[in-house]
């Protein structure tokens, strides 16, 4: 064994060793590179050995003398110039079953994840190395490795390596329940909201800061509060609302308090205090909601936990959680809902809603986490029991173990001094009591009036000690006689029964007719007990020799159920209903849903699948001398089933390896007392018992459960372990502090004869190249097409991004030419070699994808009978921050049904590289990234020292020209323009450069690429404002501050044609941009043609107008070559027509109006003339007093103008991906001063890291004089409405009218039908002193309806919105479908009469999207509490529209002043028409 001596290097410091491990090939003629090694200490045969990868020799190490980067050497503890052996392994033999990885404050996108996953095959790994993959720019970690069953420190990833992604920046949902429970004690003494909030939460928080988690979090608390009462008129007017009733006819309503929203901490402790504070009045102000002064209100009661409104919670979330794409930022990934309940795991549920949560869930791949904080029960848990409306005596309980929750049991680790018993239940209150909690079902055990039905003799129960209950089990469990009269008892034990496909299944039963109904035996045991299987079809399959002849469709749950014959008026049509008392009976058929989450959990010893937070107490084998070895307490760690895989005959005592915790080969017996598992005689006979009872069943019958076959237990989120009493469930910490991203490989595709019967088959085939080749012919401008493969990668990309999973698969699946149904359509070509072949799987919808020499072939499988779309409309208040009531909302539940997706239309899309004939719709789920640009502003400073916020000028001139010159900037970086002279600035236009490019620039055609290209970068263009250019000692004939280099001043009467030569001339003429695909040659911006010709033109020519007149000559032309395209100043693309068509460079305009408006963005400028031109003063009077007032925007003076405009947008600027990225952008098409300019980025087939570099790249162009800062879709987020948050909402903020002496109406002077405009302008006028900007939107109704005008407005500072409603006269609301009716009605706080408003006001909004560090930065540091910037505007706001101090009245009568003085100098008033910049 030849032994090396070991260096270390430090990486990069030494450019020759920037490999991991560095070697001299002289040592090792027979190593390559790509070699595994293994490193490890002679001494330490069984110690950690170290793998890595041979990346480059060095033969300036030295002979027999290898280094190591001194990171990980000293993680896995290997000294300096210490001796280690060295050794070339096979990489099969250290391949990793599976790997976690890390990544923060990033968006990865599950294409991403699938790229990084090829990328990373075929690479050695470590613990904590660190991993860059810098095509798409992702940086993330190795945190955890697992390889046959244990965990290792290094390793190498091979195809089949499950490689799991995790995130530390999520956005995580925390809802706590404060049922009634919360105000219990446990068993310690503390209050169970003690326990969750300074037990639970406080441990959750510390972990986060351990490793450094930057969640976005939203804490939530929520409540069901039951009202007394039989019928909705005991209810007062104000409370009827929003009122719902239960299945038993009781009333309800469900609170929800908003605690934190979207918030990111470094330290969330903080938060703690403001919890307990909420508690301490929650209750309360809850119960005691609508109490109103001499009005009787029905007594209102808290709901339970298990009568809660659980699922409800969940959707709630879902409902942000499936609208991932519409808000979409750059610095966080995964999405995670935790509801932390007092109860024990035990809900009671609707089934219609269970179905839509459930497939919601698993469809949208949410992480969703219980957490209990009460005692694990005695039976499997999760479980949820559906409503039984049937109320007869013998109705049997139907209950559910939801695999989609991953459920944890929170316990503090106190020690009580005289015990070390852990009681698994909460004990019963005792006889009289119970009729206190008649309706309440209380402590999760089910509704305790049934009790009342079978009157419990207590001396029947009372000897528990000498009552056998074991053989009364083994007498109720044994097969049943011929005649079955026996009781609706479970079959024996042994015979695990299989019940066909999802939870709830039924048998499809031959035997039913000739079964004699069972009669009811005189047990009086209280109904409810669930340890009674009532239920007779796991007794009917018991009869049933063999139950493979079940049905295997997947037909639908609700017609399934209503094709049994009952065989008795007592039993529920025959299904197998679930003991939760012992689960693991049933076994289902697996389905695809089943597995969809399983490749995020290692494989343990036995190759089962295991859940980390799962411990369990295992029997230990007999030693030789036939002691008992101690009980050992296995800790396994993260989201799954436990180890030993109860179902193998070697079951016990043979159990086949001691489990110990993984690879760190210590045994933890020591803290097996610590789980207090009690080791001794009992407890192994308990084992020793069970195991007979298993040995004595037939073992032919036992199903051997592992991931190929297709049955699997019902409880667990792995399937494939089995529940015993005996497994203890920790809390998931994994889970719960880094949250896994649903995994993009799964592993179940259905077999042949369920493809045929139960799917319905479609296919069809795309031609790239052909498709290309059609379309780069009639494509305006080219672009390099995606070749076949690439189009085929984008494809399988897609559907990852869509929730959908690669499908590994160990044996061919079949072919869709072998499985032709009725409706399949047969595959057109002769089958051929095929190339790649992908799987792909979401739901029960299949797509099988190949690739063939240049044909793609896309068949899809869907279920032949999709479930019924469900929808359920729900009703709740919730009380937001800063909000001061409980507002109503409603919000609906729906399930999407997938299988419409037009994926064809995708495809096609990709193949054609975005083209228009594809557009992306709504229902492709594009992503998109909003953003405003605003003018910076630097007033947020003053705000801090001065006491009021209604500081703002309004926007200056002076300003405008920056601000505007800085959007130039912007627009032609997101153009990727460059100019061909950079425009300079002025101090360096000295005379002697203008004379040398004189000489250089003579030659007779003009040509335009004489001086070379400046840098790659932008050319800088710097424009001093003019007092800066006053101050800068410049010569006195450089007296103007355009950037251009001045030459000559037009005399009056300069023709046309001199003015068109001069600004031709290449170097003092207006800039043209250098040569660009599909533009023209001698291109440049209108906005620069007129700042060119303001400053050497005298004022009488208006430079617009002589703009126009040279097109009309025929001079200049619009870029695309459009001659009908009048001059419109702003950045708008015109192109010099009259040029020397031979020059080497000359480049036709595209004479493609369309195609050039998809390519280029065309910005006008509007409300900014007097740049250009100087104009008469408008007049000083506030609009809301004019006589005839100024339009609110551009989009009421021009009418038919549109809103916004779409073009092409390459993305992989820098070029650093590997795929081929494009988007669009969708941008206003008018810019005006003192609005908010909107730009969208839309994309699908692009890569978040590389979106977020490029928009990174345009926030640092825009910064000198605006901002872009990124809004939400719904920025008001508004109740009852379709795709905002429904925990969001704006606050409304009542503006005072009745502040006039006398009482008098405002606007009492002006004319009826103008006065609700004048109201509006009034509102606007206050919030531009607040600092709002005015943003255009398009409008949301057709005209035709007279619904109230809406205008929207965003704080310079980005930070919040504001909203007004201005009603019209005759405001009617005729359409009940989007519940305006409802809207205004929560929005305006009146009840019943949905007429005009009554109240005017403004609605205020946060802006979410603003990462709230920043949001947090501003804080006012001279106040005395620290008080946000934010909070002190909202209350300075508040003030201001209260009146309070007259600042309302003062404001009011400063603005009557102005008119007064303006009507004065009556000659100033002849300009009113003109409309005022803003």
Same mark, same amino acid.
């Given at each position: 064994?030849?032994?090396?001596?070991?260096?270390?290097?430090?990486?990069?410091?030494?450019?020759?060793?920037?490999?991991?491990?560095?070697?001299?090939?002289?040592?090792?003629?027979?190593?390559?590179?790509?070699?595994?090694?293994?490193?490890?200490?002679?001494?330490?045969?069984?110690?950690?050995?170290?793998?890595?990868?041979?990346?480059?020799?060095?033969?300036?190490?030295?002979?027999?003398?290898?280094?190591?980067?001194?990171?990980?050497?000293?993680?896995?503890?290997?000294?300096?110039?210490?001796?280690?052996?060295?050794?070339?392994?096979?990489?099969?033999?250290?391949?990793?079953?599976?790997?976690?990885?890390?990544?923060?404050?990033?968006?990865?996108?599950?294409?991403?994840?699938?790229?990084?996953?090829?990328?990373?095959?075929?690479?050695?790994?470590?613990?904590?190395?660190?991993?860059?993959?810098?095509?798409?720019?992702?940086?993330?970690?190795?945190?955890?490795?697992?390889?046959?069953?244990?965990?290792?420190?290094?390793?190498?990833?091979?195809?089949?390596?499950?490689?799991?992604?995790?995130?530390?920046?999520?956005?995580?949902?925390?809802?706590?329940?404060?049922?009634?429970?919360?105000?219990?004690?446990?068993?310690?003494?503390?209050?169970?909201?003690?326990?969750?909030?300074?037990?639970?939460?406080?441990?959750?928080?510390?972990?986060?800061?351990?490793?450094?988690?930057?969640?976005?979090?939203?804490?939530?608390?929520?409540?069901?509060?039951?009202?007394?009462?039989? *019928?909705?008129? #005991?209810? &007062?007017? @104000?409370?009827?609302?929003? =009122?719902?009733?239960?299945? %038993?006819?009781?009333?309800?309503?469900?609170?929800?308090?908003?605690?934190?929203?979207?918030?990111?901490?470094?330290?969330?402790?903080?938060?703690?205090?403001?919890?307990?504070?909420?508690?301490?009045?929650?209750?309360?102000?809850?119960?005691?909601?609508?109490?109103?002064?001499?009005?009787?209100?029905?007594?209102?009661?808290?709901?339970?936990?298990?009568?809660?409104?659980?699922?409800?919670?969940?959707?709630?979330?879902?409902?942000?959680?499936?609208?991932?794409?519409?808000?979409?930022?750059?610095?966080?990934?995964?999405?995670?809902?935790?509801?932390?309940?007092?109860?024990?795991?035990?809900?009671?549920?609707?089934?219609?809603?269970?179905?839509?949560?459930?497939?919601?869930?698993?469809?949208?791949?949410?992480?969703?986490?219980?957490? *209990?904080?009460? #005692?694990? &029960?005695? @039976?499997?848990?999760?479980? =949820?029991?559906?409503?039984? %409306?049937?109320?007869?005596?013998?109705?049997?309980?139907?209950?559910?173990?939801?695999?989609?929750?991953?459920?944890?049991?929170?316990?503090?680790?106190?020690?009580?001094?005289?015990?070390?018993?852990?009681?698994?239940?909460?004990?019963?209150?005792?006889?009289?009591?119970?009729?206190?909690?008649?309706?309440?079902?209380?402590?999760?055990?089910?509704?305790?009036?049934?009790?009342?039905?079978?009157?419990?003799?207590?001396?029947?129960?009372?000897?528990?000690?000498?009552?056998?209950?074991?053989?009364?089990?083994?007498?109720?469990?044994?097969?049943?006689?011929?005649?079955?009269?026996?009781?609706?008892?479970?079959?024996?034990?042994?015979?695990?029964?299989?019940?066909p496909s999802l939870e709830t299944y039924a048998y499809r039963n031959n035997d039913w007719e000739n079964l004699t109904p069972t009669q009811i035996p005189a047990m009086r045991r209280k109904m409810s007990d669930p340890d009674i299987h009532h239920g007779t079809s796991a007794m009917l399959a018991a009869l049933q020799p063999d139950t493979t002849n079940l049905s295997e469709s997947l037909a639908s749950e609700k017609n399934s159920r209503r094709t049994i014959v009952s065989i008795a008026p007592i039993v529920r049509p025959g299904r197998a209903l679930i003991n939760p008392f012992d689960p693991s009976q049933v076994t289902i058929k697996l389905t695809s849903n089943r597995r969809r989450w399983t490749h995020i959990f290692p494989k343990g010893p036995t190759g089962v699948l295991i859940q980390q937070h799962h411990y369990q107490a295992v029997p230990a084998k007999t030693t030789q001398a036939g002691q008992q070895r101690p009980?050992?307490?296995?800790?396994?760690?993260s989201q799954a089933g436990s180890n030993n895989n109860n179902e193998q005959e070697d079951y016990g005592c043979e159990n086949e390896e001691q489990y110990d915790r993984v690879s760190t080969r210590s045994l933890l017996s020591k803290s097996a007392s610590s789980q207090s598992f009690v080791i001794g005689d009992e407890k192994i006979d308990f084992f020793k018992r069970r195991q007979n009872s298993l040995m004595n069943a037939l073992p032919a019958n036992v199903p051997n459960l592992t991931a190929t076959q297709a049955k699997s237990y019902l409880w667990g989120a792995t399937g494939e372990q089995e529940w015993t009493p005996a497994i203890t469930t920790g809390v998931d910490w994994k889970s719960l502090t880094i949250p896994a991203c649903l995994p993009i490989t799964t592993d179940y595709f259905p077999d042949k004869r369920s493809l045929n019967n139960d799917y319905v088959i479609s296919d069809y085939t795309l031609l790239p190249?052909?498709?290309?080749?059609?379309?780069?012919?009639?494509?305006?401008?080219?672009?390099?097409?995606?070749?076949?493969?690439?189009?085929?990668?984008?494809?399988?990309?897609?559907?990852?991004?869509?929730?959908?999973?690669?499908?590994?698969?160990?044996?061919?699946?079949?072919?869709?030419?072998?499985?032709?149904?009725?409706?399949?359509?047969?595959?057109?070509?002769?089958?051929?070699?095929?190339?790649?072949?992908?799987?792909?799987?979401?739901?029960?919808?299949?797509?099988?994808?190949?690739?063939?020499?240049?044909?793609?072939?896309?068949?899809?499988?869907?279920?032949?009978?999709?479930?019924?779309?469900?929808?359920?409309?729900?009703?709740?208040?919730?009380?937001?921050?800063?909000?001061?009531?409980?507002?109503?909302?409603?919000?609906?539940?729906?399930?999407?049904?997938?299988?419409?997706?037009?994926?064809?239309?995708?495809?096609?899309?990709?193949?054609?590289?975005?083209?228009?004939?594809?557009?992306?719709?709504?229902?492709?789920?594009?992503?998109?990234?909003?953003?405003?640009?605003?003018?910076?502003?630097?007033?947020?400073?003053?705000?801090?020292?001065?006491?009021?916020?209604?500081?703002?000028?309004?926007?200056?001139?002076?300003?405008?020209?920056?601000?505007?010159?800085?959007?130039?900037?912007?627009?032609?970086?997101?153009?990727?323009?460059?100019?061909?002279?950079?425009?300079?600035?002025?101090?360096?236009?000295?005379?002697?450069?203008?004379?040398?490019?004189?000489?250089?620039?003579?030659?007779?055609?003009?040509?335009?690429?004489?001086?070379?290209?400046?840098?790659?970068?932008?050319?800088?263009?710097?424009?001093?404002?003019?007092?800066?250019?006053?101050?800068?000692?410049?010569?006195?004939?450089?007296?103007?501050?355009?950037?251009?280099?001045?030459?000559?001043?037009?005399?009056?009467?300069?023709?046309?044609?001199?003015?068109?030569?001069?600004?031709?001339?290449?170097?003092?003429?207006?800039?043209?941009?250098?040569?660009?695909?599909?533009?023209?040659?001698?291109?440049?911006?209108?906005?620069?043609?007129?700042?060119?010709?303001?400053?050497?033109?005298?004022?009488?020519?208006?430079?617009?107008?002589?703009?126009?007149?040279?097109?009309?000559?025929?001079?200049?032309?619009?870029?695309?070559?459009?001659?009908?395209?009048?001059?419109?100043?702003?950045?708008?693309?015109?192109?010099?027509?009259?040029?020397?068509?031979?020059?080497?460079?000359?480049?036709?305009?595209?004479?493609?109006?369309?195609?050039?408006?998809?390519?280029?963005?065309?910005?006008?400028?509007?409300?900014?003339?007097?740049?250009?031109?100087?104009?008469?003063?408008?007049?000083?009077?506030?609009?809301?007093?004019?006589?005839?007032?100024?339009?609110?925007?551009?989009?009421?003076?021009?009418?038919?103008?549109?809103?916004?405009?779409?073009?092409?947008?390459?993305?992989?600027?820098?070029?650093?991906?590997?795929?081929?990225?494009?988007?669009?952008?969708?941008?206003?098409?008018?810019?005006?001063?003192?609005?908010?300019?909107?730009?969208?980025?839309?994309?699908?087939?692009?890569?978040?890291?590389?979106?977020?570099?490029?928009?990174?790249?345009?926030?640092?162009?825009?910064?000198?004089?605006?901002?872009?800062?990124?809004?939400?879709?719904?920025?008001?987020?508004?109740?009852?409405?379709?795709?905002?948050?429904?925990?969001?909402?704006?606050?409304?903020?009542?503006?005072?009218?009745?502040?006039?002496?006398?009482?008098?109406?405002?606007?009492?002077?002006?004319?009826?039908?103008?006065?609700?405009?004048?109201?509006?302008?009034?509102?606007?006028?206050?919030?531009?002193?607040?600092?709002?900007?005015?943003?255009?939107?398009?409008?949301?109704?057709?005209?035709?309806?007279?619904?109230?005008?809406?205008?929207?407005?965003?704080?310079?500072?980005?930070?919040?919105?504001?909203?007004?409603?201005?009603?019209?006269?005759?405001?009617?609301?005729?359409?009940?479908?989007?519940?305006?009716?409802?809207?205004?009605?929560?929005?305006?706080?009146?009840?019943?009469?949905?007429?005009?408003?009554?109240?005017?006001?403004?609605?205020?909004?946060?802006?979410?999207?603003?990462?709230?560090?920043?949001?947090?930065?501003?804080?006012?540091?001279?106040?005395?509490?620290?008080?946000?910037?934010?909070?002190?505007?909202?209350?300075?706001?508040?003030?201001?529209?209260?009146?309070?101090?007259?600042?309302?009245?003062?404001?009011?009568?400063?603005?009557?002043?102005?008119?007064?003085?303006?009507?004065?100098?009556?000659?100033?008033?002849?300009?009113?028409?003109?409309?005022?910049?803003?």
């Amino acid at each position: 064994m030849k032994l090396y001596k070991l260096n270390t290097h430090t990486r990069g410091c030494n450019k020759s060793y920037d490999a991991d491990l560095v070697m001299n090939l002289k040592d090792h003629p027979n190593a390559n590179v790509g070699d595994v090694v293994e490193i490890y200490a002679p001494d330490e045969e069984n110690g950690t050995h170290l793998l890595l990868q041979i990346t480059e020799f060095n033969g300036s190490c030295g002979r027999d003398v290898i280094s190591i980067e001194s990171g990980i050497a000293n993680a896995f503890k290997m000294r300096q110039y210490s001796n280690v052996v060295m050794r070339i392994v096979n990489p099969a033999d250290v391949a990793l079953d599976s790997i976690e990885i890390t990544f923060k404050d990033q968006y990865m996108g599950r294409s991403e994840m699938w790229r990084l996953k090829t990328y990373l095959t075929d690479t050695c790994v470590y613990v904590n190395k660190k991993i860059d993959y810098n095509d798409m720019q992702i940086r993330c970690q190795v945190y955890e490795m697992w390889s046959q069953g244990e965990r290792v420190a290094s390793g190498v990833i091979t195809e089949d390596t499950k490689i799991v992604f995790r995130s530390s920046t999520s956005m995580v949902y925390l809802f706590l329940q404060m049922s009634s429970e919360m105000w219990d004690f446990d068993i310690h003494g503390d209050l169970y909201f003690e326990k969750a909030v300074n037990g639970f939460l406080t441990e959750l928080f510390q972990k986060w800061r351990k490793l450094s988690c930057n969640h976005e979090v939203t804490i939530v608390l929520f409540s069901r509060t039951f009202y007394a009462a039989k *019928c909705l008129d #005991e209810f &007062p007017e @104000h409370m009827r609302d929003c =009122l719902q009733q239960d299945y %038993k006819g009781r009333f309800y309503e469900d609170f929800y308090r908003v605690a934190i929203q979207n918030e990111r901490c470094d330290d969330w402790c903080t938060v703690l205090g403001q919890l307990r504070k909420l508690f301490t009045s929650y209750q309360a102000t809850v119960l005691r909601y609508h109490e109103r002064e001499h009005m009787k209100i029905p007594p209102a009661t808290n709901s339970s936990a298990t009568q809660g409104n659980f699922l409800e919670v969940l959707n709630i979330s879902l409902n942000t959680f499936e609208k991932h794409y519409l808000d979409r930022t750059f610095d966080r990934t995964g999405q995670l809902s935790v509801v932390i309940t007092p109860g024990v795991g035990v809900f009671s549920v609707d089934r219609e809603l269970t179905n839509i949560t459930k497939q919601r869930i698993i469809d949208n791949g949410v992480g969703s986490d219980l957490v *209990c904080v009460g #005692e694990q &029960p005695l @039976h499997a848990v999760p479980l =949820l029991k559906f409503h039984n %409306k049937d109320t007869t005596l013998t109705s049997a309980d139907d209950y559910s173990l939801p695999h989609w929750i991953n459920l944890s049991f929170y316990s503090t680790n106190k020690k009580i001094a005289y015990s070390s018993f852990i009681p698994r239940i909460k004990l019963p209150l005792f006889g009289s009591q119970l009729t206190l909690y008649d309706d309440a079902g209380e402590g999760g055990e089910g509704e305790e009036n049934e009790s009342h039905f079978l009157s419990c003799n207590q001396s029947e129960y009372k000897h528990n000690s000498l009552f056998d209950y074991d053989a009364y089990d083994e007498q109720i469990f044994q097969p049943l006689p011929a005649q079955s009269t026996c009781s609706l008892q479970r079959v024996v034990r042994a015979k695990k029964t299989s019940v066909p496909s999802l939870e709830t299944y039924a048998y499809r039963n031959n035997d039913w007719e000739n079964l004699t109904p069972t009669q009811i035996p005189a047990m009086r045991r209280k109904m409810s007990d669930p340890d009674i299987h009532h239920g007779t079809s796991a007794m009917l399959a018991a009869l049933q020799p063999d139950t493979t002849n079940l049905s295997e469709s997947l037909a639908s749950e609700k017609n399934s159920r209503r094709t049994i014959v009952s065989i008795a008026p007592i039993v529920r049509p025959g299904r197998a209903l679930i003991n939760p008392f012992d689960p693991s009976q049933v076994t289902i058929k697996l389905t695809s849903n089943r597995r969809r989450w399983t490749h995020i959990f290692p494989k343990g010893p036995t190759g089962v699948l295991i859940q980390q937070h799962h411990y369990q107490a295992v029997p230990a084998k007999t030693t030789q001398a036939g002691q008992q070895r101690p009980l050992q307490q296995i800790q396994n760690n993260s989201q799954a089933g436990s180890n030993n895989n109860n179902e193998q005959e070697d079951y016990g005592c043979e159990n086949e390896e001691q489990y110990d915790r993984v690879s760190t080969r210590s045994l933890l017996s020591k803290s097996a007392s610590s789980q207090s598992f009690v080791i001794g005689d009992e407890k192994i006979d308990f084992f020793k018992r069970r195991q007979n009872s298993l040995m004595n069943a037939l073992p032919a019958n036992v199903p051997n459960l592992t991931a190929t076959q297709a049955k699997s237990y019902l409880w667990g989120a792995t399937g494939e372990q089995e529940w015993t009493p005996a497994i203890t469930t920790g809390v998931d910490w994994k889970s719960l502090t880094i949250p896994a991203c649903l995994p993009i490989t799964t592993d179940y595709f259905p077999d042949k004869r369920s493809l045929n019967n139960d799917y319905v088959i479609s296919d069809y085939t795309l031609l790239p190249d052909d498709v290309n080749h059609d379309y780069a012919q009639s494509r305006a401008v080219y672009r390099k097409p995606l070749s076949t493969e690439e189009v085929c990668k984008e494809i399988v990309s897609q559907r990852l991004a869509q929730g959908f999973q690669l499908i590994v698969v160990d044996e061919k699946p079949p072919t869709a030419g072998g499985c032709s149904s009725g409706s399949a359509v047969q595959p057109v070509k002769p089958p051929c070699e095929i190339n790649k072949e992908y799987l792909l799987s979401i739901g029960r919808i299949f797509h099988k994808i190949s690739l063939t020499g240049s044909v793609i072939t896309v068949t899809g499988y869907r279920p032949r009978h999709p479930y019924p779309p469900i929808n359920v409309d729900y009703r709740y208040r919730f009380h937001a921050p800063q909000h001061e009531t409980y507002e109503i909302s409603g919000v609906n539940f729906t399930t999407e049904k997938l299988e419409n997706f037009n994926w064809n239309h995708m495809d096609l899309y990709i193949c054609t590289r975005g083209d228009v004939d594809y557009p992306l719709m709504e229902s492709l789920k594009y992503w998109r990234y909003r953003m405003y640009l605003l003018p910076r502003e630097n007033i947020v400073s003053k705000i801090a020292s001065c006491q009021r916020c209604d500081i703002f000028p309004d926007v200056t001139a002076d300003n405008t020209r920056e601000q505007v010159e800085d959007f130039v900037r912007l627009i032609e970086a997101v153009s990727k323009l460059k100019r061909q002279f950079a425009r300079r600035a002025r101090q360096h236009d000295t005379p002697r450069i203008t004379e040398k490019h004189h000489n250089q620039l003579n030659s007779p055609q003009q040509s335009i690429n004489v001086r070379p290209k400046l840098e790659n970068g932008r050319i800088p263009r710097i424009f001093p404002a003019t007092d800066a250019a006053a101050t800068a000692g410049l010569s006195a004939r450089d007296d103007q501050d355009d950037g251009f280099p001045v030459d000559i001043k037009f005399s009056p009467n300069a023709t046309l044609v001199e003015i068109f030569e001069a600004m031709k001339h290449p170097v003092t003429g207006v800039g043209y941009f250098s040569q660009t695909q599909s533009l023209p040659s001698c291109t440049f911006v209108s906005y620069d043609a007129l700042m060119w010709l303001k400053t050497r033109l005298n004022n009488g020519r208006h430079p617009l107008e002589l703009l126009e007149a040279m097109r009309k000559e025929r001079m200049i032309c619009h870029a695309s070559g459009d001659w009908k395209k009048p001059v419109v100043p702003g950045f708008v693309f015109y192109y010099v027509v009259q040029q020397d068509k031979n020059a080497k460079d000359y480049a036709p305009p595209l004479s493609d109006y369309s195609a050039f408006v998809n390519e280029w963005l065309e910005i006008e400028f509007q409300g900014c003339s007097f740049l250009w031109y100087d104009e008469p003063l408008t007049t000083p009077v506030p609009n809301f007093l004019r006589d005839s007032p100024a339009p609110q925007s551009w989009t009421e003076t021009c009418s038919n103008k549109r809103v916004y405009r779409q073009s092409h947008l390459e993305i992989d600027v820098n070029q650093k991906s590997d795929r081929m990225e494009w988007g669009h952008v969708k941008h206003h098409t008018v810019l005006q001063p003192g609005f908010a300019f909107e730009i969208v980025v839309e994309w699908v087939t692009s890569s978040g890291p590389i979106v977020a570099d490029l928009i990174g790249g345009w926030m640092r162009k825009a910064n000198q004089f605006n901002f872009l800062v990124s809004v939400p879709a719904d920025p008001m987020a508004e109740p009852f409405t379709k795709k905002s948050d429904p925990l969001r909402g704006p606050i409304f903020i009542p503006l005072c009218t009745t502040f006039l002496p006398n009482g008098a109406a405002l606007f009492d002077e002006f004319p009826e039908e103008s006065r609700s405009d004048r109201m509006l302008f009034l509102q606007e006028a206050i919030l531009a002193k607040f600092g709002f900007l005015p943003c255009v939107l398009e409008k949301k109704y057709s005209v035709g309806k007279d619904l109230p005008k809406e205008y929207q407005y965003v704080h310079c500072t980005g930070n919040m919105f504001a909203l007004i409603r201005c009603a019209t006269n005759n405001y009617q609301v005729e359409s009940p479908i989007l519940q305006e009716a409802n809207v205004t009605r929560c929005v305006y706080g009146h009840t019943n009469n949905t007429n005009v408003p009554k109240k005017v006001g403004f609605l205020w909004a946060w802006n979410h999207m603003i990462p709230n560090k920043k949001w947090k930065a501003q804080t006012i540091n001279n106040s005395a509490d620290g008080e946000l910037f934010q909070l002190k505007m909202l209350k300075d706001f508040r003030e201001f529209c209260s009146n309070s101090d007259q600042r309302l009245s003062t404001f009011w009568s400063q603005s009557q002043e102005l008119k007064r003085k303006a009507q004065k100098f009556e000659f100033n008033n002849n300009n009113t028409d003109e409309v005022k910049p803003k």
